[in-house]
C-alpha cells in the first residue's frame, strides 16, 4: 500500500478524477491477490498536497465514498 501511496503522491495524476457528486475526487485503481482495489484521494494544488480520504474494494465504494463525503 505505501508504494501506491508514494506513486500518488509523486504523481497525483494518475488516478482517475471523478465528476458529479464527487468532483474534486480522484480515484486509483490497483490489485492485491487479483483483487481491484480503489483509493479516493484529493489533490490541493495551492498546498501542493495529497489527502487520502477512503480504501477499499469496488463492491459498494463511491456509495460508501459519497456518504463519508457529506459529513
Known sequence: M?????E????PL???EKI???KGVWVYKFKVFDQQILLAYQVEKDKEAVIF??????ENFYRDLKQ????
Open 53 to 58: 480520504v477512503v480504501v477499499g474494494g469496488h
Open 14 to 16: 494518475l488516478g482517475e
Open 68 to 71: 463519508y463525503l457529506k459529513k
Open 2 to 6: 505505501n508504494e501506491v501511496e508514494d
Open 8 to 11: 500518488i503522491a509523486n504523481n
Open 20 to 22: 458529479g457528486d464527487l
